[in-house]
Nanobody
Framework: QVELVESGGGLVQAGDSLTLSCAAS????????FGWFRQAPGKEREFIAA????????NSVDSMKGRFNISQDDAKNMVFLQLSNLKPEDTAVYYC?????????????????WGQGNQVTVSS
């Protein structure tokens, strides 16, 4: 059973940086792709970035590419999302997701496994 456990969210001020972590367990992940999504109150879930475990695929929404960066630690089965220059409109629940495929996508429906979500609140 694949499990994703997220950590690192919290309350920050505008302009601050934050790193979210996602620890994966329950399988070998060399054929998996991982993504980060977020969902603000009253809005649909929004794609942020994704990467395959082989490192061969990388997708990122252009509007976030300069501020949000995805990375991974193969040895520890962990995926990270570095958030910088945070803005109040970045306030949302952030989710880590995994799919059993070499290919990362930007579509939430493609991911079979999800973390519990991690609240990030940015005050002005």
């Amino acid at each position: 059973q694949v499990e994703l456990v997220e950590s690192g969210g919290g309350l920050v001020q505008a302009g601050d940086s934050l790193t979210l972590s996602c620890a994966a367990s329950g399988d070998t992940f060399k054929k998996y792709a991982f993504g980060w999504f977020r969902q603000a109150p009253g809005k649909e879930r929004e794609f942020i970035a994704a990467v395959s475990w082989s490192g061969g695929n990388y997708n990122s929404v252009d509007s976030m590419k300069g501020r949000f960066n995805i990375s991974q630690d193969d040895a520890k089965n962990m995926v990270f999302l570095q958030l910088s220059n945070l803005k109040p409109e970045d306030t949302a629940v952030y989710y880590c997701a995994a799919r059993n495929s070499y290919y990362a996508t930007e579509y939430a429906k493609d991911y079979e496994y999800w973390g519990q979500g991690n609240q990030v609140t940015v005050s002005s």
